[in-house]
């Protein structure tokens, strides 16, 4: 087959993993080419995501040796989601046929690489890498990630339950994707959103090959909040909601009380105590307002997603 596949791996100080993960997807990419499955143009393309160790050293050496390894290094860490689509959109310039986002520390099974061409021959445009278990995730990882899954599903958010990042895009899915305009970036929640015939391969998700994760909690909360305000206005609707609760709430304590309870109902640590109350809920409210109102300012902006600073394509 003379489809030219691109890894497109983002990485952000992952230098214990690097070298490990240079010689798997090299040896899967030597396996496909082998049975014919992809050209032998294809490629791992490194998005170096302003990391602070040696990893762009890594990938230079590597590109200097291995004629699979391609690489741009970001201006500043920008993080996961940018970074993925610098390199899916850099993918898309070189004209690849098919790409494949994975993660550089191997927790995603490579092997399902192989299945996920398969498929893409079979005719799908996207296939979405699901995991079957999370056997090796802590349990608080795991809970927390499948109680967002299903709160994404009550937003009427449409998510594919336990895919992440690692996904299979056609050209033409590709380049649907390269027409999304928006800087808070949600590819989970993005892609289905494009359609095309797609399918599902399920891998084990495995422990960390080295290093520690590199999502820390402000980077999660980032992607989770994105996550429901990219694709729901259902937190919105519900301040209305709950105005009327609130309204028929007043109504009724105002008719009932002083004629149950009589003036004991103007007791001061009550009235305190409903002052706190419904000030913490207006304050919520204007908060869920105020995430919407943010992300419209800096949507309106336009700014530039990332910046490139070197791209080894370049420097040949
Ligand atoms: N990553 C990145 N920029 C960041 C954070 C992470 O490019 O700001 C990369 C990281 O190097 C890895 C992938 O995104 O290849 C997923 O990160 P990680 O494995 O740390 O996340 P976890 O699996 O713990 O959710
Ligand atoms: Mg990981």
Same mark, same amino acid.
């Given at each position: 087959m003379n489809e030219v596949l691109y890894l497109v791996v983002p990485a952000f100080n992952e230098k214990e993993v690097l *070298?490990?993960?240079?010689?798997?997807?090299?040896?899967?990419? *030597?396996?496909?080419?082998?049975?014919?499955?992809?050209?032998?143009?294809?490629?791992?393309?490194?998005?170096?995501?302003?990391?602070?160790?040696?990893?762009?050293?890594?990938?230079? *050496?590597?590109?200097?040796?291995?004629?699979?390894?391609?690489?741009?290094?970001?201006?500043?860490?920008?993080?996961?989601?940018?970074?993925?689509?610098?390199?899916?959109?850099?993918?898309? *310039?070189?004209?690849?046929?098919?790409s494949i986002s994975i993660d550089a520390d191997l927790q995603d099974d490579p092997n399902a690489i192989i299945e996920m061409v398969k498929e893409y021959h079979k005719g799908f445009d996207v296939v979405y890498g699901v995991r079957s278990s999370r056997k090796k995730d802590s349990f608080l990882k795991k809970f927390t990630a499948e109680a967002y899954y299903k709160f994404l599903k009550l937003m009427g958010v449409e998510l594919i339950f336990n895919h992440a990042d690692f996904r299979l895009l056609s050209k033409k899915a590709l380049k649907c994707l390269r027409m999304y305009d928006e800087r808070n970036l949600f590819l989970r929640g993005i892609i289905p959103q494009i359609g095309f015939n797609s399918t599902k391969v399920y891998y084990e998700r495995l422990e960390r090959k080295a290093g520690k994760s590199k999502y820390n909690l402000k980077k999660m909360f980032t992607l989770a909040n994105d996550g429901i305000t990219s694709f729901s206005l259902k937190p919105l609707q519900f301040i209305k909601f709950l105005?009327?609760?609130?309204?028929?709430?007043?109504?009724?304590?105002?008719?009932?009380?002083?004629?149950?309870?009589?003036?004991?109902?103007?007791?001061?640590?009550?009235?305190?105590?409903?002052?706190?109350?419904?000030?913490?809920?207006?304050?919520?409210?204007?908060?869920?307002?105020?995430?919407?109102?943010?992300?419209?300012?800096?949507?309106?902006?336009?700014?530039?997603?990332?910046?490139i600073k070197e791209d080894l394509d370049e420097e040949k």
């Amino acid at each position: 087959m003379n489809e030219v596949l691109y890894l497109v791996v983002p990485a952000f100080n992952e230098k214990e993993v690097l *070298d490990d993960c240079i010689k798997t997807l090299t040896n899967i990419l *030597d396996k496909m080419i082998s049975e014919s499955l992809v050209s032998s143009e294809s490629k791992i393309l490194f998005v170096d995501d302003g990391s602070k160790d040696n990893t762009w050293q890594i990938i230079k *050496d590597a590109n200097k040796e291995n004629k699979y390894v391609k690489g741009i290094s970001l201006s500043r860490n920008e993080g996961h989601q940018k970074a993925l689509v610098a390199g899916l959109f850099k993918a898309f *310039d070189d004209n690849a046929d098919i790409s494949i986002s994975i993660d550089a520390d191997l927790q995603d099974d490579p092997n399902a690489i192989i299945e996920m061409v398969k498929e893409y021959h079979k005719g799908f445009d996207v296939v979405y890498g699901v995991r079957s278990s999370r056997k090796k995730d802590s349990f608080l990882k795991k809970f927390t990630a499948e109680a967002y899954y299903k709160f994404l599903k009550l937003m009427g958010v449409e998510l594919i339950f336990n895919h992440a990042d690692f996904r299979l895009l056609s050209k033409k899915a590709l380049k649907c994707l390269r027409m999304y305009d928006e800087r808070n970036l949600f590819l989970r929640g993005i892609i289905p959103q494009i359609g095309f015939n797609s399918t599902k391969v399920y891998y084990e998700r495995l422990e960390r090959k080295a290093g520690k994760s590199k999502y820390n909690l402000k980077k999660m909360f980032t992607l989770a909040n994105d996550g429901i305000t990219s694709f729901s206005l259902k937190p919105l609707q519900f301040i209305k909601f709950l105005s009327y609760i609130f309204l028929l709430g007043g109504l009724l304590s105002l008719i009932f009380c002083p004629i149950f309870v009589g003036f004991r109902y103007f007791d001061l640590s009550i009235i305190i105590s409903v002052i706190v109350f419904v000030t913490g809920v207006l304050l919520y409210c204007l908060g869920t307002i105020g995430n919407y109102l943010g992300k419209n300012y800096i949507e309106t902006k336009r700014r530039p997603l990332y910046f490139i600073k070197e791209d080894l394509d370049e420097e040949k």
